[in-house]
């Protein structure tokens, strides 16, 4: 604490922060519950950082001579809890350091300054008159500080046989530094601590920024976002979420932005025993927001010892200023794509678009505006064409702004499978996103995917296995795996996994459809009904009308498949929807005339697929053969 006449009513030090004036520690901007006289103890150690304080003083303080208590009792219960409360250790003090039989000392950072730097300032060296005209006291350097000399030759040796002092430590003192073991971890969703409820995006997308920074470094598995976001607002403990993520530690923490200042706070918790490894605290300019969250990725790297390649220091260190206002925009892109929705993904491209005409050089806007499109048109959702076209030119711009982009890979894959129908340029490019980011499972699912279309069952369902590991409680991932168990034919397994899914999340639309499809392709129609109604109810996509009306043709209800075309074609009234994709239901139904009506509507943007088995019966026609010839340089993948 900076020496001031003025008196300080907030002392911050790593993710906690203790107002003397309410008498209240808070955590990441949350209320710790504790009692007066531990929080007292807490009062005195920070108003003399770094000093001894002892327990003649606190005696004193709080224990008044006429006041009738055990006191070496009430003291050591009072400090018990105060350490327990901030998750410190007495054999591994992180803030409160035990001085035997004399007292304690405060020894963490005090609102961004070393405790030393504290002493520093406070007590000049002996016989050094203060500022204040008082003289110090005088201090036994060879008592106080010993332990510094002894450090300082630790370290001395410790560069002269080639070792780093943490690893020296622990050849000298034993496993003391539990991260040693850390492998895995999982970020959960930053607290907004803006008091602004149109700042969550931000809190969720530089949760995702710091998850997407420490997946790079390959010597570390850590959750995906889809599963770290499902603990958005738990109040699980965290020993708990550790163990349904299945790794070894959890970093949590808080973001408040106030004016152009980005103030982030963190710290890094082992999983088993709950216990505080680490904590700081970071404040940057709203321009420097992306050297914060880089500086943040490095620390908790370093703690968990992740070994860090060239390459991966390189990306970590090489950051530009960003205009705020262009990354707030890329940031609430990210917030509405992880809604999932034909609106979500329609706001997300809009706000890519922003981010990247306020700021052309950003080359992760452009790479999520390429998966954006991409998504768009997998969902019927945009004209094939314009779709993969525009996704291809924002995919290409972000690799030649940043080939190092995973993203941008993997975009560039799922173009050259779906546009391009160029196998081996789409195995090149998801091989490059997996190099530069060996975790992510966006880029394992997407290849999990393709091996599927090439119909490598075995090895599709292994690499979606190996995906879910990295999204563990992911609705959707578990989802996907089930799905590509029913093309393998494994369809119990796969109704097991849809059904896995929606105890996760029992309205989610997707898994109650594919549940659908599964139930179908064991002829169990009614239950394949009820499953596709339902996901319809939800979320009423054309894909799932397509398989209501087909599940119904086959159990034989025509009128019911008909009344579901009439569905869709309404549909087409309001939004986009491909004509080959209408005219193939009612080919399935016989009503040719129609089918051909609806296949005439098409134009080269829809790159209509003449090749689908529904058409068969069409073939024979000569407005079918025009199409054909019409069409037939549009379409690659036919």
């Known amino acids: 604490m900076p020496l001031s006449s003025a008196p300080v009513h907030v002392v911050r030090f790593g993710i906690f922060e203790a107002d003397f004036r ?53 003291l050591n219960n009072a400090v018990n809890r105060l350490r327990e409360a901030l998750g410190d250790s007495a054999d591994v003090p992180r803030f409160i350091e035990t001085l035997p039989r004399r007292g304690y000392r405060f020894i963490g950072t005090v609102n961004g300054s070393s405790s030393k730097e504290e002493v520093s300032a406070r007590e000049p060296q002996s016989g050094v008159t203060q500022k204040s005209g008082r003289p110090s006291a005088e201090v036994n350097h060879s008592t106080r ?86 603990y958005k607002g738990s109040h699980q403990v965290l020993p708990e979420i550790a163990r349904e993520l299945n790794v070894d530690a959890v970093v949590e ?9 980005v103030r982030v706070t963190a710290q890094l918790v082992q999983a088993s025993s709950d216990r505080h490894l680490w904590a700081e605290s970071y404040e940057r300019d709203v321009s420097d927001v992306l050297q914060l969250q880089n500086e943040l990725a490095r620390a908790v790297a370093q703690e968990v010892e992740g070994k860090l390649t060239p390459q991966e220091q390189t990306r970590l260190s090489q950051v530009r200023p960003v205009n705020f206002e262009a990354y707030e925009a890329y940031l609430a892109g990210l917030y509405f794509m992880d809604k999932w929705s034909d609106e979500g993904f329609e706001k997300a491209a809009e706000y890519f678009q922003h981010a990247i005409e306020l700021d052309p050089r950003n080359a992760a806007a452009y790479a999520e505006l390429a998966n954006t499109y991409g998504t768009m048109v997998l969902r019927l959702n945009m004209a094939p064409a314009v779709g993969w076209h525009k996704a291809e030119a924002a995919a290409n711009k972000a690799v030649e702004l940043d080939d190092s982009s995973a993203d941008a890979h993997t975009a560039l894959g799922n173009i050259r499978e779906y546009f391009h129908c160029d196998q081996a340029g789409a195995e090149e490019e998801y091989q490059r996103s997996f190099a530069l980011n ?46 590509i168990l029913g093309l393998a034919d494994q369809l119990d397994e796969a109704i097991l996994q849809q059904q896995k899914a929606l105890e996760m999340d029992s309205n989610f639309a997707t898994a109650h459809a594919r549940l659908g499809v599964h139930y179908a392709q064991k002829r169990q129609y009614e239950k394949a009904v009820s499953e596709l ?6 979320e009423p996509a054309p894909g799932r009308l397509d398989v209501l009306a087909d599940t119904y043709q086959k159990w034989g209800k025509a009128s019911e498949a008909r009344q579901v075309a009439t569905d869709l074609v309404q549909m087409s009234k309001h939004r986009y929807l491909p004509p080959d994709f209408i005219a193939a239901v009612y080919a399935r139904l016989g009503e040719q005339e129609e089918a051909m009506k609806w296949l005439e509507k098409a134009s080269a943007d829809d790159m209509p697929d003449l090749s689908r088995s529904e058409f068969n019966s069409l073939r024979s026609d000569p407005r079918f053969r025009n199409l054909e010839e019409r069409f037939k340089a549009v379409r690659p993948c036919s």
């Open 438 to 483: 060996p975790t992510s499972s966006e880029a394992l699912g997407y290849h999990a995917w393709f091996l599927a279309n090439q119909g490598r069952f075995q090895e599709a369902i292994a690499e979606k296995k190996q995906s879910l590991m990295l999204d563990p409680i992911s609705p959707l991932g578990t989802s996907e795996l089930g799905l």
């Open 22 to 74: 309410a008498g209240e520690l808070r955590k990441a901007g949350l209320r710790v519950r504790l009692q007066d006289q531990p929080f007292q103890v807490l009062r005195m150690l920070l108003e003399r950082p770094g000093e001894p304080i002892s327990r003649e003083d606190i005696h004193k303080r709080l224990w008044p001579q006429d006041t009738f208590v055990d006191f070496d009792h009430g």
């Open 253 to 261: 923490g808080s973001v408040a932005r106030s004016g152009n200042r």
């Open 145 to 230: 500080y010993g332990w510094i000399a002894l450090a300082a030759a630790a370290a001395l040796l410790a560069a002269f046989v080639g070792l780093n002092f943490r690893t020296l430590q622990r050849r000298w003192f034993g496993q003391t530094l539990s991260a040693m073991h850390i492998r895995s971890l999982a970020v959960l969703p930053l607290q907004n601590l803006s008091g602004d409820a149109s700042q969550e995006y931000l809190a969720d997308g530089m949760t995702e920024a710091l998850i997407t920074d420490l997946a790079t470094i390959s010597s570390l598995r850590v959750i995906s976002r889809t599963s770290a976001m499902h």
């Open 533 to 538: 109604r339902k996901a319809i109810s939800l």
